[in-house]
């Protein structure tokens, strides 16, 4: 069947069963999402969906749970795709969707009456659209719309996805752009909110993505600082992250061993300034079974 008779298609069914059964025109729209989603059309199938849900809105009310976690669907949908997109080179396609998700999560869009939820869908679609702008060379749209995420996650305090990502998103940015004191400003950030996280989980067992980003994080900050020619502090910061990397992460891991080499040049760099010897030969304790 081609896109037009899979539109077409459940258009006319989703018409026919809001008339006398909405609550079969919420499945009905459940299923043409996976299937649009399956044949990787959904970039044309968002429209079809806009026009239902705001239909099922009319039929069932704004403040209906089922249109509620079906307008909240849509929009991690929107942006799911738009990130493909986008790394398919597809950017009108990726704009497109990225402004569908921006007017869903707006203030007075559908999701008004649930706020924290709203506030974590806009920031999700305000990074991507700081995404959106870094690959087009746009860097400081990319910045306000990473500073206007940081903002929504501050007020969604717990609920927020990942202000720690934010941070080192913006710090890359600014980094890009020569401005390295504000950079490190924000690595630093980062470390603080995913320290923070990391000893609010002591004793519990298991790894998650945060321990890797902590690391990533404190080789960020370490960068910056080195750009700065705080070679010291920069040493201290990498060594910091060696240590939460060869705890979380495999000896052998890129990022462990990348630490291991930026700890070892920066130490290098404030031995020569002091007049003494190279570190180069220092010996690295083995990992604590």
Not at 107 to 129: C, E, H, M, Q, V
Not at 236 to 250: C, H, I, P, S, W
Not at 270 to 280: C, E, F, I, L
Request: with cysteine; hydrophobic share 40%.
């Amino acid at each position: 069947m081609s896109s037009a008779d899979v539109h077409a298609t459940f258009w006319d069914g989703v018409q026919g069963a809001i008339k006398t059964s909405p609550i079969d025109a919420l499945e009905i729209l459940k299923r043409y999402m996976e299937l649009v989603l399956a044949r990787h059309d959904f970039a044309d199938g968002s429209r079809y969906v806009d026009a239902a849900l705001d239909l099922l809105r009319t039929v069932l009310g704004p403040d209906d749970t089922n249109v509620q976690a079906m307008y909240e669907e849509h929009i991690l949908c929107c942006n799911a795709v738009a990130m493909q997109c986008l790394s398919q080179e597809q950017s009108d396609e990726a704009l497109a969707l990225l402004t569908i998700a921006d007017q869903h999560t707006a203030p007075d869009g559908p999701l008004y009456s649930n706020a924290a939820t709203r506030k974590r869908l806009r920031a999700i679609t305000l990074n991507n659209f700081a995404c959106y702008a870094r690959k087009h060379g746009q860097l400081h749209a990319a910045i306000q719309y990473l500073e206007k995420t940081l903002a929504l996650e501050s007020s969604a305090g717990a609920t927020a996805e990942n202000p720690a990502g934010t941070h080192l998103n913006i710090c890359a940015i600014l980094s890009a752009m020569g401005r390295h004191l504000r950079a490190a400003d924000h690595a630093r950030c980062a470390v603080e909110l995913l320290s923070h996280e990391r000893g609010a989980r002591d004793g519990v067992e298991g790894k998650t993505a945060s321990d890797s980003l902590l690391a990533i994080a404190y080789f960020n900050y370490g960068a910056e600082l080195e750009h700065q020619n705080k070679y010291d502090l920069a040493a201290t910061a990498y060594a910091n992250g060696y240590e939460v990397a060869r705890a979380e992460l495999d000896p052998n891991h890129a990022m462990t061993q990348a630490l291991l080499q930026a700890r070892t040049d920066a130490q290098d760099k404030v031995a020569t300034r002091k007049g003494y010897g190279s570190s180069a030969a220092m010996v690295v304790s083995p990992r604590r079974k």
